[in-house]
């Protein structure tokens, strides 16, 4: 009996850093069991993007523009 193939874990990348964000979605896209879904630099860009998107998943950078991302 096949297995029953599973959707990809969709997730949403918030890094401000560009080339860091670039790395972390590439990585995770080369996996086949993932989707980035949505990336973005800061807080409030991620709360709209979390809100289009509804991801899984955030991956989130806890220090966004010297600020604390999890406030």
Do not use: W, Y
Request: hydrophobic share 50%.
């Amino acid at each position: 009996m096949p297995m029953p193939i599973q959707p990809p874990i969709r997730v949403l990348v918030v890094e401000d850093h560009t080339i860091m964000r670039a790395g972390l979605c590439m990585l995770l896209e080369s996996q086949g069991c993932i989707a980035v879904v949505g990336e973005v630099g800061n807080c409030a860009d991620a709360l709209a993007a979390a809100t289009c998107t509804q991801p899984d998943v955030i991956l989130l950078d806890l220090f966004l523009g010297g600020g604390r991302a999890i406030d």
